[in-house]
């Protein structure tokens, strides 16, 4: 067996197609996460009555078990819920009409959310207690302390977590081939299945992951060292 080089190129050509569909499933789903997570901390930080154990429990099962699962139950039980509903109170709707990859955002975003309200917990809780009561101290009410003063701080600490959780999502985004959404894996593999060049659709593929990893590590770079000097006082 030899590994067909020039081909390496051909399919890249061709796989690269699918990087918009790939970004798609890993920027928005970080984008809604980001915004459920922040709710979610909070939530949790604060032990909010009756939200605090919906809260913990939707952390749990979502931290708790595989993201395909996620996929797999909200493609196949959102639709059919859907059209129980639509038929019942003659909504008009039918779940064929809605693109797959919808199913794809709303599982991937569900389980942003909990990754990263865990993240932004842990960024609040590592900010002193006395920048909250030097808050109080100056007349800011609990909500501008948060927003002003201690939601800064936690997220510029977790720029490495959120970082992480990127290149994760980005990764991540490659199951959804399994539910016929064609990215770059699933790109890769109709290559693959066509020319029967597996290896070579694949490490072209790889190459489009590695590329996007270390531009996503490369910013991460840039806005921790951006903000580190700001939080020193000087100029990045």
């Known amino acids: 067996m030899t590994i067909d080089i020039p081909f390496i190129w ?119 207690n006395g920048q909250m009561e030097a808050a109080y101290s100056v007349g800011m009410t609990k909500m501008q302390a948060m927003v002003r003063i201690i939601l800064p701080q936690a997220l510029a600490q977790s720029i490495p977590n959120f970082t992480n959780v990127t290149i994760g999502f980005l990764h991540t985004s490659s199951i959804a081939f399994l539910v016929s959404e064609k990215e770059v894996t699933g790109a890769a593999n109709i290559v693959a299945s066509i020319n029967l060049k597996f290896l070579e659709a694949f490490i072209a593929a790889g190459m489009i992951y590695w590329g996007l990893t270390i531009i996503i590590e490369g910013l991460s770079y840039l806005l921790e060292k951006r903000v580190t000097a700001y939080n020193r006082g000087g100029v990045s």
């Open 10 to 128: 051909v399919a890249f050509k061709e796989i690269i197609k699918a990087l918009p569909i790939t970004l798609i499933i890993t920027i928005v789903p970080l984008l809604v996460g980001f915004l459920i997570g922040i709710v979610v901390a909070l939530v949790r930080v604060f032990q909010m009555r009756f939200l605090y154990s919906a809260a913990n429990a939707y952390v749990s099962f979502f931290r708790g078990t595989p993201i395909i699962m996620h996929i797999f139950v909200i493609y196949f039980g959102f639709p059919l819920l859907l059209d129980q509903l639509s038929e019942k109170f003659d909504l008009g709707i039918h779940t064929n009409s809605i693109p797959i990859i919808s199913f794809v955002l709303i599982a991937l975003s569900l389980a942003a959310g909990a990754y990263l309200s865990e993240i932004i917990r842990s960024g609040i809780i590592s900010v002193s």
